[in-house]
């Protein structure tokens, strides 16, 4: 179950702490694991979280015909969900997402990191043409500054979709409180909320850059 923060990172902050979360995270953080240990690892960890930040969609009731007898049954209400990778490394929780929401829209952002300022600059930008009524999924495995995040939230917010959430697989507590003093309604989904930033903007302990190890790049 998602368990929400308390103290001076707010109510709005899902810390999701099943097991099977924390020992996979366990194992992608750890330094030897291989780049094909990492991208199913994060695949895995992914449908799980899908799982959890799925648990509240609203459905409704259809009328069917099971080989028994008819019954009213629940169903998702509404349009399909959106699940929205922020390039590259948001790719990963992108697929393990589409396994457990086959049928959900696909949009990407392109978002690279300047090193000098560390702000987000975008260089590419596609969702589904019609946004309204839809339920977003932004993803991006590290939240560390939150530059990224806040840049990936004001665009999505000018589709004017029904709602969006953020998932990601580790957050620092500056990110965290950069994107909800920007963003206070968009709730956070994480397995680990780390220590603190470097003076880099990586997340400690972190474990690495989640692109470089996703895809065996440097």
């Given at each position: 179950m998602?368990?929400?923060?308390?103290?001076?990172?707010?109510?709005?902050?899902?810390?999701?702490?099943?097991p099977?979360?924390?020992?996979?995270?366990?194992i992608?953080?750890?330094?030897?694991?291989?780049?094909?240990?990492?991208r199913r690892?994060?695949?895995?960890?992914?449908?799980l979280?899908?799982?959890?930040v799925?648990?509240?969609m609203?459905?409704?009731f259809?009328?069917?015909?099971?080989?028994l007898?008819?019954?009213m049954?629940?169903?998702?209400?509404?349009?399909?969900?959106?699940?929205?990778?922020?390039?590259?490394?948001?790719?990963?929780?992108?697929?393990?997402?589409?396994?457990?929401?086959?049928?959900?829209r696909?949009?990407?952002?392109?978002?690279?990191?300047?090193?000098?300022t560390?702000?987000?600059?975008?260089?590419f930008?596609?969702?589904?043409?019609?946004?309204?009524?839809?339920e977003?999924?932004?993803?991006?495995?590290?939240?560390?500054?939150?530059?990224?995040?806040?840049?990936a939230v004001?665009?999505?917010?000018?589709?004017?979709?029904k709602?969006?959430?953020?998932?990601?697989?580790l957050?620092?507590p500056?990110?965290?409180?950069?994107?909800?003093?920007?963003?206070?309604?968009?709730p956070?989904?994480?397995?680990?909320?780390?220590?603190r930033?470097?003076?880099?903007?990586?997340?400690?302990?972190?474990?690495?850059?989640?692109?470089?190890?996703?895809?065996?790049?440097k």
């Amino acid at each position: 179950m998602p368990q929400p923060m308390t103290g001076d990172l707010g109510d709005n902050v899902h810390v999701i702490t099943h097991p099977l979360i924390q020992h996979k995270l366990t194992i992608m953080r750890k330094k030897e694991t291989s780049t094909a240990g990492f991208r199913r690892l994060l695949r895995e960890i992914s449908m799980l979280l899908g799982y959890e930040v799925t648990r509240d969609m609203p459905v409704t009731f259809e009328s069917i015909e099971t080989p028994l007898q008819p019954m009213m049954a629940p169903t998702l209400d509404g349009k399909k969900v959106v699940i929205i990778s922020i390039l590259r490394a948001g790719d990963g929780i992108r697929d393990g997402m589409l396994e457990i929401l086959p049928s959900a829209r696909v949009g990407h952002i392109g978002l690279y990191r300047d090193h000098e300022t560390l702000e987000a600059v975008e260089y590419f930008f596609k969702v589904p043409s019609e946004m309204s009524d839809r339920e977003v999924i932004l993803c991006d495995p590290m939240l560390a500054t939150g530059n990224s995040a806040i840049a990936a939230v004001d665009r999505v917010k000018k589709t004017q979709p029904k709602s969006i959430k953020f998932v990601c697989l580790l957050a620092a507590p500056e990110g965290i409180r950069n994107l909800h003093a920007k963003h206070p309604d968009v709730p956070i989904y994480t397995p680990a909320v780390d220590e603190r930033l470097n003076d880099k903007g990586y997340i400690l302990p972190g474990l690495g850059d989640a692109g470089d190890r996703l895809y065996g790049t440097k």
